[in-house]
């Protein structure tokens, strides 16, 4: 059982051995079956299943953890700012892409996977409205989509994440 197995991990409590976020998420994805050196999108995944796991069973507080866990490593994706310029550059493939979801978009605008690509695009260039606009028709027309409902919540962690560093 992923729960029992868990408890080894801080999950942000105090103990006499509390381990950092970085071993709290390779001890998550042990435990999900993710190797420490998987891609970077692997180990988001397998965070993000943990955290619908944990909403799934009413764990919250674990959740609330595990959500930090996932928005921490997601900022290794990010580089500080230069995948946010690479999107918005239309002479970068992320940039490319964009524009040709926010096509696909125009062409299917109740299509799920379009909204959610444009709408995450739209969160690495700092586009935080227009970004909820589009993953809002996403879990509407896809309410068990996880990757919009997690993406649509997003902005609200980080903020909060921001909130609690300062």
Same mark, same amino acid.
Request: net charge negative.
């Given at each position: 059982d992923v729960d029992d197995d868990f408890g080894a991990m801080s999950l942000g409590t105090s103990s006499k051995h509390e381990s &950092?976020?970085? =071993?709290?998420?390779?001890a998550l994805c042990q435990q999900r079956g993710v190797a420490a050196n998987a891609p970077l999108s692997r180990i988001l995944q397998a965070?993000?299943?943990?955290?619908?796991? +944990?909403?799934e &069973?009413?764990?919250? /507080?674990?959740?609330?953890?595990v959500q930090t866990l996932y928005i921490l490593?997601?900022?290794q994706a990010t580089q500080d700012?230069?995948? /946010? @310029?690479a999107a918005s550059n239309e002479e970068t493939p992320l940039g490319q892409a964009y524009l040709k979801y926010m096509d696909a978009v125009s062409l299917s605008q109740n299509n799920a996977v379009y909204n959610v690509? /444009?709408?995450?695009?739209?969160?690495? @260039?700092?586009?935080?409205?227009? /970004?909820? =606009?589009r993953l809002e028709v996403a879990v509407g027309v896809k309410p &068990?989509? &996880?990757?919009?409902?997690?993406?649509?919540?997003?902005? +609200? @962690? !980080?903020? +909060?994440?921001?909130?609690? @560093? !300062?």
């Open positions: &950092t976020e970085e =071993e709290d998420t390779r965070i993000d299943e943990e955290l619908k796991y +944990l909403k &069973t009413g764990q919250s /507080a674990k959740a609330d953890y490593k997601s900022k700012g230069k995948v /946010a @310029q690509h /444009a709408g995450r695009l739209l969160l690495l @260039q700092g586009k935080v409205n227009e /970004a909820l =606009e &068990t989509m &996880t990757i919009a409902r997690f993406y649509l919540d997003w902005p +609200l @962690q !980080v903020s +909060l994440l921001v909130l609690v @560093q !300062v």
